[in-house]
Structure formats: structure tokens, C-alpha cells
């Protein structure tokens, strides 16, 4: 029977699609994003895709029994604070919880910034202060009502909130982590007064200790909830009524997919999307190589993306930071920052600048000839020779190099007193200067050595520029893999259903103590982890998902007791013993002194177990990639030489087509391989090789 797997990733200028047929074999596809209907995006995609089988789309639709995206739209909602009017219910007394803040966790402030806080600018709330309200009942750390919640108070709140307008409402109420009863007494009341308002528990979505980081995240679930609700739904009806005979799934944060329509109840948790697909197919690539250990680096057309995976795993952070913010939502490591293909340039006082400000899908790049004035990354690829203008997006869209070369001539080397071709090197110099840095940022600020891993660059732009920024980083090899342009959306479709759940719990030992399994019981652990599992195999089952099919990974936050901050290690064996949890103990300090040096742990001071995490995995049920062919003496053909200018000077650079690479050959740099759907180059004074996956692998020293 005919069948078909697919997925996108819709980013801020291209959707890519992906597309896995019944015998295995993978298809790519990329058009236009439509910001103002992104599904219009996924259906042109879908259209190349039919034609390509000469089948109707809606024929095609009907044979695909999987379809996953990842999206942009919480992300968007965030950097635009385009959502919906939220009004806070607090525990009476704490108020202000939002707007004292942490401010020394605020991000894009230097150290002597943070210290003068009397010119200290906080990061703006996503709620306005009149839109709180406080109710009187208390819950202690215990977690015993000791002031019972007054329901006439919270009902007034809630009109009251409901009269100034709020969309949405998110309930923040002291130690509900512990006890929830309150809050969703108050969830009741809101329901019956307002039966359509998007309602966010904090000991829903965070049931953690943290009083600001719990009231945050429900605060912004509650203002992306909406649009997201609305967003999912109105993709769900479009993909329905061209043909889709099931309901999409969503990419998450955490590494997993969800059935769509539950994306709003925990928005923030798709808030890395798209990203995040990409880490888990350089994940892939990882395996096919070897390499346990990889950076992962996304370059497209307005940002670059860089994620780490360590040991064979994607690295997890407990925070995530969106507008200086953090949000405590466990998600896949991703660092971002403002570089891509249409990262505009422009000189500021004398001085040549790229970034982060982006001309978009629209008007796109000078050379695209749709309007866009300002030059960009993509111009200057396309002066330097790196691109061609005649087979961009495998000869679909024609690019403008005269109108590329004259933006730059006007805007870039005219005032600075240079060649056009100097110009348009210095650009692409910055920019990838500027993804060096933040490589180095991922991984050098977090303990890791660059040398020790290889890097997989994708998206529309990484594999053209990793020869240089990867060679600046001294990494093993930069790997293009065969699906680079489109790799975030491969990730996408080889995830599996994943579900998060975790609790705040302290189990310790005191200072002085060897025998931790004296104090810290393994029962207890057990305890917890089982309760854990129990509720995340109640949402997976709701989702259809067989028991037998679901793998469980356990996490431990701790810390050294004087501590504040945790580490977070994983659970070796399950249900433990007593000697397993003194092996857990001892892997704690492994990892601590991993991480911040031989000699760093301090044992003597007791361990303090914080918080407790489970990852529940479901696999999907979809045919296997077929995409390993044979190696042999292979001898790529170039199809011709074209002027590169590199370091300086121009350069022959043989040119060699998607059809002519071949499993075990061998290119001398300087070298470009035109793939159908992005450029990739070899560096003059670099060489790679093509591996049995069609993976071409450039040494960079």
C-alpha cells in the first residue's frame, strides 16, 4: 500500500518539508514562508511533492499517515509580545512577585551592569500591573492550608480581571506545587464566570519549587496560549480540507512530538520548535559517523542556531531565557542569535556591521529582486561567487547578482572606500565571525572543548559558510549531511511522542554524612519516580500510545547543600537500592567535577536532592530511512569552474552538481557542490570526502 510519512519546519523565510515513502526512501522540498498563513507555505511544499508522483495533493495527502511541523509562532509571539491580554492571580501579599524579578538572572547585561542596580533596567513582564489581583489563603512549605482559600475574594478577582479585559488568566498561588487545591478551585470559578477564557495553573504547568520561575511560566503560557490555540487549530482545519485524514503533531521543545491540538495547554513548551529539530537530526548524523559528540549549527535565513549533543544525548537545560526572561521549562539546549542569509549589513560610523536585523521571506535579499534595498549575507554570497545566481533553490527562483553587486557598491564600499568584492568578504567575515563566537559560547562557557566534536552544519546557509567558521573553531570535521538544507524538518520527522514530567521534592543528607542511603531512602526515590511515571503514562495513553511501546529516562536535580544552583544527572538503574543510591551520589560528583574541575566537589557538606524529572518516550510507528549505499573508488566530475574570492584573492573552484556525488570520493578544495536546495563549499586550502551516506565531510586542519 502506497504511504507516506512527512514533515516541516516553518521557519521566518523558507518552509522545508521532508518526505518518507513506504520503501524508505527520503524526499526534500522547500518554498516561501507566507507569514500571514503559514500553512500556505507547507501546502506548496506538499504540491511539489505530489507533482514530483504525479498524484493530485489532495490524493497525496490521503496516503500520508504521519505528518509532523515544527512552528515559529510561539517564538514569534514572544519577540513581538504579540499575545493575548493576561491577567495573575497571586496569594494575597505577593503581588509585586513579577516585577521584583531576578534581575542578576537577566541576560544581555555584563557583570558591572548587574551590580549598579540603581541604573538596573529590568526586562519588561508580559502582563501589565494592573492586571494582578491577590486573594487571601495560604499554603505553607509543608504544603498545609493553613489559610483556606476565600472564594468570594477570588470570584471578585476573577470579574474583576475579566472587566479590565483579560484574554487569559494565569493562577500563581505559594507552595501550590505542594497543594493544588486552591488553584483549581479558582480554574473552577474562573470557568464558570467566563466559560472561554484560557485558563494556566503554575502547579500545572511547573509544579517546581521557585516562586517567581513558577508564576513566570504561567504568566507567559497564558499569553501564548491563545494564539497558539487559534494558530493550531486553524492549520489543523486547512490541512483537513486539502486531504490530511488525522490530526498533525507539533514539535516540541524537549526533543518530542504532541498531537497539535494539545500544544496550547503548555505553550511554552514549543517555544524552541523548530530549533530543536534540527539538534535531534544532527543527533542522527552523529550516529552515522560515529560521533557521540556534536555540535549542531543551523544557518538560515534569519538565524543561527547552535545545540550540543554530549555522549550520544541532546544536551537538556532546565531554563529556557526568551526576551532576558527565564522560563523553567525543561528543553533541549539551543543558542540563538541574530545571523543568517538575510542578516542585513550597514556601516555605523565608520565601521562595518552585519546583524541581527534581517530582511526576511519579504522583501527578502537585494538579489531576489522583490524589493529588498538593503544588502545582506545572501548578496554578498552571491557577489563572492559562492552562490549562483543561476541555480539557487535548483534553478526555481533566479537571483539578481547585478542588484546584489550595486547594494553593496552604494551601501557598503563606497563608504567605506573599498572594493565591492572587499565589501561583500568583510560581511561574510563578520558573520561568520559572529557564529564562531556563539559556537564557542555553547560550548567553551559550558565546560566543553570544541576539538572534541564534530560539527554538522545545515539549514539554507550553514553548509555555504561552516568551512570557514567551523576551520576558525578547530572542530574534528564539519559534516554537510545530504539533507542539510532541510535537516531541522528530517529531525522533526524522526521524533518520537515525548512527555516531561517532574516535581520538587528535598531528600538530603547532612553535612559530615559517607552512608547517604542512611538518610536518602531509595524507597522514597522510587516513590516519586513511580507517581512520575503514572502521570505521564495517563497523558500518553490519552494519546493512543500502548504501554508496552514507552521507555522511561530518570533524571536527579542536586546540589552540595550550602548550594543554590543544581545539576542534574540521570539515573544509572531503576527502581534503586540502598548501594544504588550512594552510586548516584558518587555520579553527582563525577559530573561536578567533571563540569567545574577536579577537586570542586565538596562532600563533607551533604547532598541535597531537589527535584525529580521523567522523560517518557513513545516511538512512532513509521518506516526506517533507507539511505546507506555502497563505497568504492568513486570519482566525482565537476561540471565546470567558477571564480570563488576567498581570503583576498580569486580562486578556480571546480563546480559539481547534487547528481554527481558519490560514496567514497574524494574533493580537493577549492570546491562548491550545488545541492538542489543549498550551496556547499570547500575552502581552497581544505579536502572532503563523501561517506556511505552521502554525508560530505570537510577536515578542517
Known amino acids: 500500500m502506497l504511504q507516506f510519512y512527512a514533515s516541516s519546519d516553518i521557519g521566518g523565510t523558507f518552509t522545508d518539508t521532508t518526505v518518507l515513502d513506504g520503501a524508505g526512501t527520503l524526499t526534500r522540498y522547500k518554498s516561501s514562508t507566507v507569514p500571514s498563513d503559514p500553512v500556505k507555505g507547507v501546502l506548496a511544499t506538499f504540491e511539489l511533492a505530489a507533482a514530483e508522483r504525479g498524484m493530485s495533493l489532495e490524493d497525496f495527502l490521503g496516503k500520508m499517515r504521519l505528518f509532523s511541523h515544527g512552528t515559529t509562532i510561539a517564538t514569534n509571539s514572544v519577540l513581538t509580545r504579540n499575545g493575548a491580554k493576561v491577567g495573575v492571580i497571586h496569594t494575597q501579599g505577593f503581588g509585586d512577585t513579577l516585577f521584583i524579578m531576578k534581575a542578576y538572572k537577566s541576560t544581555g547585561l555584563d557583570e558591572a551592569a548587574r551590580k549598579n542596580f540603581r541604573k538596573l533596567i529590568k526586562p519588561k513582564p508580559f502582563l501589565d500591573r494592573n492586571m494582578i489581583r491577590e486573594v487571601p489563603e495560604r499554603v505553607d512549605y509543608k504544603g498545609d492550608a493553613i489559610l483556606k482559600l476565600d472564594e468570594v475574594a477570588a470570584r471578585a478577582a476573577v470579574r474583576s480581571l475579566l472587566d479590565a479585559g483579560a484574554e487569559a488568566i494565569a493562577v500563581s498561588l505559594l507552595w501550590s506545587f505542594k497543594f493544588p487545591d486552591h488553584e483549581r478551585r479558582i480554574k473552577e470559578i474562573i470557568l464558570e464566570e467566563a466559560p472561554e477564557t484560557f485558563v494556566t495553573l503554575s502547579s500545572d504547568i511547573l509544579p517546581r519549587l521557585g516562586e517567581y520561575a513558577r508564576s513566570q511560566t504561567a504568566v507567559l503560557n497564558a499569553f501564548l496560549g491563545p494564539k497558539v490555540k487559534k494558530a493550531m487549530t486553524s492549520l489543523d482545519a486547512a490541512m483537513r480540507q486539502a486531504g490530511l485524514p488525522h490530526e498533525p503533531l507539533l514539535m516540541r521543545s524537549n526533543g518530542g512530538v504532541m498531537a497539535a491540538g494539545k500544544a496550547a495547554d503548555e505553550a511554552v513548551g514549543i517555544l524552541l520548535s523548530g530549533p530543536v529539530g534540527g539538534v535531534v537530526g544532527a543527533q542522527l548524523v552523529g550516529q552515522m559517523v560515529g560521533s557521540g559528540n556534536v555540535i549542531s549549527t543551523d544557518m538560515g535565513g534569519t538565524s543561527f542556531d547552535v545545540g550540543l549533543i554530549v555522549d550520544g544525548r541532546p544536551l537538556i537545560q532546565r531554563e529556557t531565557f526568551m526576551e532576558r526572561q527565564p522560563l523553567a521549562v525543561p528543553s533541549v539546549t539551543v543558542d540563538t542569535i541574530g545571523a543568517g542569509g538575510g542578516s542585513i549589513a550597514f556601516v555605523e560610523n565608520g565601521r562595518l556591521r552585519v546583524g541581527p536585523e534581517s530582511a526576511g521571506a519579504v522583501p527578502g535579499p537585494v538579489c531576489y529582486g522583490a524589493g529588498g534595498t538593503e544588502p545582506t549575507v545572501t548578496d554578498a554570497d552571491v557577489v563572492l561567487g559562492v552562490v549562483n545566481p543561476d541555480n539557487f533553490l535548483g534553478g526555481r527562483m533566479k537571483l539578481r547578482a547585478d542588484l546584489a553587486r550595486a547594494a553593496i557598491e552604494e551601501k557598503i564600499a563606497k563608504p567605506l572606500g573599498i572594493s565591492v568584492e572587499e565589501a561583500a568578504s568583510g560581511i561574510k567575515r563578520i558573520v561568520d565571525s559572529h557564529m564562531a563566537d556563539l559556537v564557542r559560547q555553547a560550548t567553551v562557557h559550558r565546560g566543553y572543548d570544541p576539538r572534541d566534536f564534530v560539527l554538522v552544519a545545515f539549514g539554507g546557509a550553514g553548509p555555504t559558510h561552516s ?212 550551496t556547499m563549499v570547500v575552502g581552497p586550502n581544505q579536502q572532503a570526502t563523501v561517506d556511505r551516506f552521502l554525508n560530505i565531510i570537510i577536515k578542517t586542519s
Open 467 to 678: 568551512y570557514s567558521y567551523g576551520a576558525d573553531l578547530g572542530v574534528k570535521s564539519v559534516i554537510v549531511p545530504r539533507t542539510a538544507s532541510v535537516l531541522s524538518a528530517h529531525g522533526i520527522l524522526i521524533s518520537d511522542l515525548v512527555v516531561t514530567k517532574e516535581t520538587s521534592q528535598s531528600i538530603i543528607s547532612p553535612p559530615g554524612s559517607e552512608e547517604f542511603s542512611k538518610f536518602m531512602k531509595a524507597e522514597d526515590i522510587n516513590a516519586i519516580f513511580q507517581g512520575l511515571q503514572d502521570e505521564a503514562m495517563v497523558e500518553l495513553s490519552a494519546q493512543g500510545v500502548p504501554v508496552e511501546t514507552v521507555k522511561f529516562e530518570r533524571y536527579v536535580d542536586m546540589r552540595f547543600r550550602p548550594q543554590i544552583f543544581d545539576l542534574s544527572v540521570d539515573l544509572q538503574t531503576f527502581p534503586l537500592t540502598a548501594p544504588d543510591v550512594d552510586a548516584l551520589v558518587d555520579h553527582f560528583i563525577d559530573s561536578y567535577e567533571a563540569r567545574f574541575g577536579t577537586g570542586s566537589s565538596f562532600r563533607s557538606a551533604g547532598i541535597d536532592m531537589s527535584a525529580f524529572r521523567l522523560v517518557a518516550v513513545s516511538k512512532l510507528d513509521r518506516i526506517e530511512q533507507s539511505g546507506e549505499v555502497a563505497v568504492g573508488d568513486a570519482i566525482m566530475v565537476p561540471t565546470g569552474v567558477r571564480p570563488l574570492y576567498e581570503a583576498g584573492e580569486w580562486h578556480d573552484a571546480a563546480i559539481y552538481d547534487e547528481r554527481a556525488v558519490k560514496a567514497g570520493a574524494l574533493i580537493p578544495g577549492p570546491a562548491i557542490v550545488e545541492l538542489d536546495d543549498t
